[in-house]
């Protein structure tokens, strides 16, 4: 892009949203220029942070007036890549619009500003004894809301209140083309035409722009408790967690995490008393005497893997979920990891997880898994530095196949990230057929392909390596 047109798009965007919304500081660019991936970063042309749907239907119709690439952003947690700019692209910062807009406690909906964050939302719920439920695992205190629609996120509550997707009743949207518009409804169920509303839900921006979200709700659970088990091998611990994802319908958290990762985390000072092992981390909901039905049918399926609970006295099973990438990526320095979240279905897992941590154990390569377990769900991750680093090139070709093999398996390519820069090389091996589909849909909505173009499906179907 020349240094005129750069200044041309920038001129336009001052005009219609007033100087002040549109940020070119070297500190603004350079944070807008990454999220939490380990990918290239790559800086904007300008962030902007509109503070309402005009603001981004006049971005949105800057950029088409100008033929500038739009890249939507929340806080920057993407794990592969969703929020990284595409080159020369105009970055829209949510973080503004974080208002809650309307609260109906009665209908248990709530309306939001994309940029209000899910920490902070459930905060402002808690007196109404409702709550948001899919959290965001280790990113819950600064992954925004319109973040979460746009990559269908979930957490470690998703075993028993499913993704973002479920819970997402409407949107307000800025196409590609420049229209705001409005797609799904309050009420609960609508038979009026096509569901624009879920094609928003996980495109990751490709689509347009998301400026509200509405909201359903979950009662805040009567009680809940929360315990681990220690297992002597991976494939141990994966069985036992199908079992009780399967049977025990008071699961709402069932979390793995092996004894390489377990391994990082005790040498952290306040985590030093955790056991070697692999353990399984459970949250059970419900009413009291429920949770307690519930954990004592863990236990029993636990004992018959081999699993032994562990001591109340050990730390917080979801402070330890937050340091997990943390640690992880730490003893990755310099150079940080490869990552896949891919998922297969739970009779499936302990050959799949057994075969992985097998193969790279043989190869001399270190590789840290932990996740989702009870939906399928893990995290692989692959140092590039420390103990144990593969090269690039090998952990992308790990990452590939850890993919592939979960799709041939009957699983998915990405369970909770998305596909951003990091899957879209093998998306096509999911959908082969609807692959074509999702662009011509992408080309509808977005027809110049402004639209964070080079994430999750290319227009003409090639993938440049960035």
Partial sequence: MSVMKRGSIIDALRDALGPEKVLTGPADLLAASHDESDMKPEKPVCVCRPSCAKDAVAIVRAALEHGVPVTARGAGTSLEGSSIPTPNAVVVDF???????????????????????????????????????????????????????????????????????????????????GDLMRVGTVVPKTTAGFDLKDLFVGAEGCLGLITGITLRLAPVPHASRKGGFLFPDVAAA????????????????????????????????????????????????????????????????????????????????????????????????????????????????????????????????????????????????????????????????????????????????????????????ILGAEHPVGIEYMRAIKSYFDPANLMNPDKVVIADGRHPRR
């Fill in 95 to 177: 973080s503004t619009m974080d208002q809650v807009i309307e609260s109906v406690p009665e209908e248990q909906r709530v309306t939001v500003g994309p940029g209000i964050v899910y920490d902070r939302l459930n905060r402002l719920l808690r007196q109404s004894g409702l709550f948001f439920p899919p959290s965001p695992g280790g990113s819950a205190d600064v992954a925004t809301i319109g973040g979460m629609v746009s990559t269908n996120a979930s957490g470690i509550y998703a075993l028993k209140y499913g993704g973002t997707r479920r819970w997402v009743s409407a949107l307000e949207v800025v196409t590609g083309r």
């Fill in 238 to 425: 994966c069985a036992a967690a199908s079992e009780m994802a399967a049977y025990i319908p008071e699961m709402a958290a069932l979390e793995l995490t092996d004894a390489d990762t377990m391994d990082l985390l005790r040498a952290i000072p306040s985590f030093a008393s955790l056991p070697k092992g692999h353990a399984l981390f459970i949250e059970v909901h419900g009413r009291a005497e429920d949770c307690e039905e519930g954990f004592a049918a863990a236990e029993d399926v636990a004992g018959e893997h081999l699993g032994i609970q562990l001591p109340d006295e050990i730390p917080d099973p979801w402070e330890l979920r937050h340091r997990m990438t943390g640690v992880i990526r730490e003893a990755a320095q310099p150079d940080g990891v490869v990552r896949t979240d891919c998922a297969v279905p739970l009779l499936s897992l302990p050959g799949f997880v057994s075969d992985a941590k097998k193969r790279a154990m043989q190869t001399g390569r270190g590789m840290y898994v932990f996740g989702h377990v009870g939906l399928g769900i893990l995290h692989f991750l692959m140092p590039l530095g420390g103990t144990g680093a593969w090269s690039k090139d090998e952990a992308l070709r790990e990452k590939a196949r850890l993919g592939l093999a979960a799709v041939e398996a009957g699983g998915t390519v990405s369970g909770e990230h998305g596909i951003g820069l990091g899957n879209r090389e």
